[in-house]
């Protein structure tokens, strides 16, 4: 046990030392130069979860037989890749999973020391529970009341848009003197001012953003994000979980919630990306999500043309159809 704990404490000084220690090449103005493509596609494939399961503990780190499961299933998908519509498998996942560190992780929370989210509130825990989406099995639609911000092809939850995903996780940075732009692979960009420090802004779905560089990491802090939950039947009071995954789907948004965000390149190919989530009207402790972000300036990032998809009516209108069927099939009985 001592052994692992060291082996453990070790790989968390690696990690630390690696974000200080790499130096990032400087725009033509002197910030660090973060401009490229990112994708976490990587941390979604190998399926390193968001919280931890409860039977790991405080361990932040993989055991060598877990982390041989985690291998061995990364194997099996590239061996299972087939090139076609409806790809499946992947490519080079098992050499990621092989030799980098973050591969090793247990989960994507770092903070509580769980790797887990903390309790929600009274209030937050009720709205959760009482929510209705899309994510929801079985869930009746009966109209846009019935749907969040995400269904309607309005925005998704600031965290959730930019943690991984199964699909959609590129991020492009841009930047120019007083400015980075993050254009998201999901619903568009995020317009970053930098050293302009706190200014009178409007509440909006992404919230109101302002940078400035500690080092040469990015710091990114958020307010006056627009506030909503999934039990409301007013639709402009309906919002989109800021919690990627299907078991989150109904976590509410305070009118206090706020991110911190930092962004440290490791290596010219890596970038470690942190957030720390504090809602005190939902959740009864902040939390901290790490991830690392990968380049890849071959990744093309598409318009995410959701409205050319958006199956609401037909989500109304078969649930009706279903409601009415269900209602016969009582009758004859």
Same mark, same amino acid.
């Given at each position: 046990?001592?052994?692992?704990?060291?082996?453990?404490?070790?790989?968390?000084?690696?990690?630390?030392?690696?974000?200080?220690?790499?130096?990032?090449?400087?725009?033509?103005?002197?910030?660090?130069?973060?401009?490229?493509?990112?994708?976490?596609?990587?941390?979604? #494939?190998?399926?390193?979860?968001?919280?931890? @399961?409860?039977?790991? =503990? *405080? &361990?932040?780190?993989?055991?060598?037989?877990?982390? !041989?499961?985690?291998?061995?299933?990364?194997?099996?998908?590239?061996?299972?890749?087939?090139?076609?519509?409806?790809?499946?498998?992947?490519?080079?996942?098992?050499?990621?999973?092989?030799?980098?560190?973050?591969?090793?992780?247990?989960?994507?929370?770092?903070?509580?020391a769980n790797g887990r989210?903390?309790?929600?509130?009274?209030?937050?825990?009720?709205?959760?529970?009482?929510?209705?989406?899309?994510?929801?099995?079985?869930?009746?639609?009966?109209?846009?009341?019935?749907?969040?911000?995400?269904?309607?092809?309005?925005?998704?939850?600031?965290?959730?848009?930019?943690?991984?995903?199964?699909?959609?996780?590129?991020?492009?940075?841009?930047?120019?003197?007083?400015?980075?732009?993050?254009?998201? #692979?999901?619903?568009?960009?995020?317009?970053? @001012?930098?050293?302009? =420090? *706190? &200014?009178?802004?409007?509440?909006?779905?992404?919230? !109101?953003?302002?940078?400035?560089?500690?080092?040469?990491?990015?710091?990114?802090?958020?307010?006056?994000?627009?506030?909503?939950?999934?039990?409301?039947?007013?639709?402009?009071?309906?919002?989109?979980?800021?919690?990627?995954?299907?078991?989150?789907?109904?976590?509410?948004?305070?009118?206090?919630?706020?991110?911190?965000?930092?962004?440290?390149?490791?290596?010219?190919g890596s970038l470690t990306?942190?957030?720390?989530?504090?809602?005190?009207?939902v959740f009864t402790a902040?939390?901290?999500?790490?991830?690392?972000?990968?380049?890849?300036?071959?990744?093309?990032?598409?318009?995410?043309?959701?409205?050319?998809?958006?199956?609401?009516?037909?989500?109304?209108?078969?649930?009706?159809?279903?409601?009415?069927?269900?209602?016969?099939?009582?009758?004859?009985?």
């Open positions: 046990m001592l052994l692992l704990a060291a082996a453990l404490t070790l790989g968390e000084a690696s990690a630390h030392a690696k974000r200080a220690a790499y130096v990032p090449r400087l725009t033509q103005w002197g910030d660090p130069d973060f401009r490229a493509t990112w994708t976490t596609d990587r941390i979604a #494939e190998a399926g390193i979860p968001l919280e931890r @399961p409860v039977a790991q =503990g *405080d &361990r932040a780190w993989l055991t060598n037989e877990e982390f !041989a499961k985690r291998l061995d299933a990364a194997k099996k998908s590239d061996a299972g890749y087939q090139e076609d519509v409806d790809a499946n498998g992947t490519v080079s996942l098992a050499q990621w999973v092989q030799s980098a560190t973050f591969a090793h992780r247990t989960s994507l929370i770092v903070s509580p989210l903390p309790p929600m509130t009274v209030q937050g825990e009720a709205l959760f529970k009482a929510g209705r989406n899309s994510w929801l099995d079985k869930q009746p639609i009966d109209w846009v009341a019935d749907l969040d911000s995400y269904d309607r092809c309005v925005a998704r939850g600031v965290d959730s848009a930019i943690l991984p995903w199964p699909n959609n996780n590129g991020v492009r940075i841009f930047q120019s003197p007083g400015f980075v732009a993050l254009q998201l #692979e999901v619903f568009g960009a995020r317009i970053v @001012p930098i050293g302009r =420090g *706190d &200014r009178p802004m409007p509440r909006s779905w992404r919230g !109101a953003s302002s940078g400035h560089w500690e080092g040469n990491t990015l710091v990114i802090e958020t307010n006056q994000i627009v506030a909503g939950d999934s039990v409301s039947g007013d639709h402009l009071k309906r919002s989109s979980s800021p919690i990627t995954g299907r078991g989150h789907g109904t976590v509410p948004i305070g009118p206090r919630a706020h991110t911190t965000e930092r962004l440290t390149m490791t290596g010219p990306y942190q957030v720390t989530y504090s809602d005190p009207d902040p939390w901290t999500a790490e991830v690392e972000w990968l380049r890849d300036d071959t990744y093309r990032i598409y318009e995410y043309a959701c409205h050319e998809g958006n199956g609401v009516r037909e989500w109304i209108t078969a649930s009706r159809a279903q409601r009415r069927n269900d209602a016969r099939s009582q009758v004859r009985r």
